[in-house]
C-alpha cells in the first residue's frame, strides 16, 4: 500500500533518512522503533509531506506520491497525527472535527460532515460530551483522542502516528492503543505507527522496523522483534516489568 | 462656556469615532494577513487609497449607482490584493517575514506610484453617501456621512465576527493562523488561505477607503499615513487581535481628536505615533493582548 523506495531528506546540512526503504502493507500495523533523532518523526514527515526529500521516491496504492503537497495526499488517504497532539486549541472540539473532516465537507457537503461527526462521537463518546469546549482545556489524553480523531474526519486509508503515547498516563495509553488496534480490526485501516513505548507497539503491531542514525537496520515480524536480543537490550529494557498491568 | 464645553466634547467624540472607525478598519486589515502570515502589510494603506480614488471614478465620473459602484469597488481592490498576493508573496521560494515584509513595502510604493499616474496628484471630491442635513445634537454638528462610516463598521465587525466563526472557509483561515502544520494535515491548503487572507484585508481597505473619501478628500499619497495610523491601532489593540484593533482604532481616533482640539491641530498626526511609542514602551503586546494572546492568535 505504501512504499518507500531509498528517500534521502535533509535537515539544511544535516542528514537525517539515508536511504530509507520501507512498505507497509494494506491493513497491517507497522512500528518503527529508534532512539531519540533516529529519524522516525522524520519519515512520517516525508509520508505526509511536510518534510521535503531529497532524492528517492514514495508510492501510495500504485501511484508515485514523491513531492506531493500534505493536503493533497490527505485527499488521497494518508492522515497523520503527529506528535505532540496538535489540535487548534483555541477552537471548539467540533470545530476541530469540522476542520478534519473539511475535504468531506468539500467534495460531499455539511450532511456528511454531520453524519460523519456522529460517528466519530460514537467512536470517542467523551469527546461528544466535550464538543463545545476549547480544544486547550481537554486532558492530555482527551487531546490525544481528538488529534486521532480529527486525523480520522478525512477518512484515512493509511493512519500515521508519531508517539501517541507521549506524555500521558499509563492508564490512557492503554486505551489509546485499544483504539489503535480497533481501529485496524474494525474499519480495515492500515496504520504506521511510532512509539517511545516500543513494548506496547510491538504488541499491537504486525510488523516492525528499527532506525538508527537515519538508516533502516533491522525488519522483522512483530513478535520477533520483541523476542530478539538485541531489540531488547536496546529498546525495550532490560526489566521486562509492564508499566500498565 | 459650560453649554459650548459640553458641545465641544461632544463634537471631538464624533469626529475621533469617524476617525477611529478607519483605523480600526485599517487595523483589521493589518490583524487578518498577521494572523496569516506573521508579517505586516505595509500596503494596507494602498488599499484604502485605491478604494476611495476608484469609488471617485466610478461614482464622480461614471456616475454609477452607489451599491453598484461600492461593489465594484471593493471587488477591483480585492483583485488587487489577490494579485499582490500572487505575484509577490506566493513565489518567493523562502519565505522569511523580513523578506515579506521588504516585499510589501515594494509593493505600497508600486501602488501609490500607479495611483499617482491614474488619479494624478491632486486630491479627488466625492459626494456624501446621502444628502440629508447634518444633525445637530447638543450643539455639536454630526454629519450623516459620519453614521455611515460608524454603521458599515459595525457591519464590517459582524461580518468579520460571523464568517471566521462560523463558515467553514473562516475556521480554515483561522486553523492556519493557529496551527499552520496542523492546518495542512486537515487538508487545508495554506497558501490559499494566504491569499484569502489579503482579499480580505484589501476588501476591508477598500471598504474604509470607500466610507471616508467624502469627509478627507483622497488623494494618492495618504496611504502611508493612514497605514500608519492602522498600525498604531493594531499594535495597541494587541496585533493579531481584531476585536482589540476596533477598540483600539476608535481609542486612537478619539484620542487625536481631542488632541487636535485641546492641544493643536498642528500636531493630530503626531498624536497617533506617540500613542503607538508609549504602548512599544510600556506593554508591547498592547492593551488587549497578552503574552497569552499572542501565542493564540485569537481573532
Known sequence: MLRLVNVNSYYGLVHVMKNVSIHVNEGEIVTMLGANGAGKTTTLKTISGLQPI????????????????????????????????????????????????????????????????????????????????????????????????????????????????????????KEIFRLIAGLQEDHRLTVLLIEQNARAALRIADRGYVIETGRIVLEEEAKELLANQEVKRAYLGKEQREIWE | MSHSGLTDIIQFMVMGVQRGAIYAMVAMGFNIIYNATGIINFAQGEFVVLGGLAMVTLTMALNLSLPVAFILTVVAVTVVGILMERLTINPVGQPTV???????????????????????????????????????????????????????????????????????????????????????????????????????????????????????????????????????????????????????????GILEAFGAGYISSHYMDAMALLILLVVLFIKPSGIFGSSEAMRLKEF
Open chain 1, 54 to 173: 531529497r532524492s528517492g521516491r514514495i508510492y501510495f496504492n500504485g501511484h508515485e506520491i514523491t513531492h506531493m503537497p500534505p493536503e493533497k495526499l490527505v485527499e488521497m488517504g494518508i492522515a497523520h497525527v503527529s506528535e505532540g497532539r496538535q489540535i487548534f486549541q483555541p477552537m471548539s472540539v467540533h470545530d476541530n472535527l469540522e476542520l478534519g473532516g473539511h475535504l468531506i465537507y468539500k467534495l460531499y457537503g455539511k450532511k456528511t460532515l454531520k453524519a460523519d461527526i456522529e460517528k466519530i462521537f460514537g467512536l470517542f463518546p467523551i469527546l461528544k460530551e466535550r464538543r463545545q469546549q476549547y480544544a486547550g482545556t481537554l486532558s492530555g489524553g482527551e487531546q490525544q483522542m481528538l488529534a486521532i480523531a480529527m486525523a480520522l474526519m478525512a477518512r484515512p486509508r493509511l493512519l500515521l502516528l508519531d508517539e501517541p503515547s507521549m506524555g500521558l498516563a499509563p492508564m490512557i495509553v
Open chain 2, 98 to 252: 523580513l523578506r515579506l515584509i521588504i516585499i510589501t513595502i515594494a509593493v505600497s510604493i508600486l501602488l501609490k506610484g500607479a495611483a499617482m499616474c491614474i488619479w494624478g496628484k491632486g486630491s479627488h471630491y466625492m459626494h456624501h453617501f446621502t444628502d440629508a442635513a447634518p444633525i445637530e445634537f447638543l450643539g455639536a454638528i454630526i454629519l450623516p456621512q459620519t453614521l455611515w462610516i460608524i454603521g458599515i463598521l459595525l457591519c464590517v465587525v459582524i461580518g468579520l465576527v460571523v464568517f471566521f466563526n462560523y463558515t467553514m472557509i473562516g475556521k480554515c483561515i483561522r486553523a492556519c493562523a493557529i496551527n499552520r502544520d496542523a492546518a495542512r494535515l486537515a487538508g487545508i491548503n495554506d497558501r490559499k488561505m494566504v491569499m484569502l487572507s489579503f482579499a480580505l484585508s484589501a476588501g476591508i481597505g477598500a471598504i474604509a477607503g470607500i466610507i471616508i473619501t467624502p469627509i478627507i478628500q483622497m488623494d494618492y499619497a495618504r496611504g502611508a499615513l493612514l497605514g500608519l495610523k492602522g498600525f498604531g491601532a493594531a499594535v495597541l489593540g494587541g496585533l493579531g487581535n481584531s476585536m482589540g484593533a476596533v477598540v483600539a482604532g476608535l481609542l486612537l
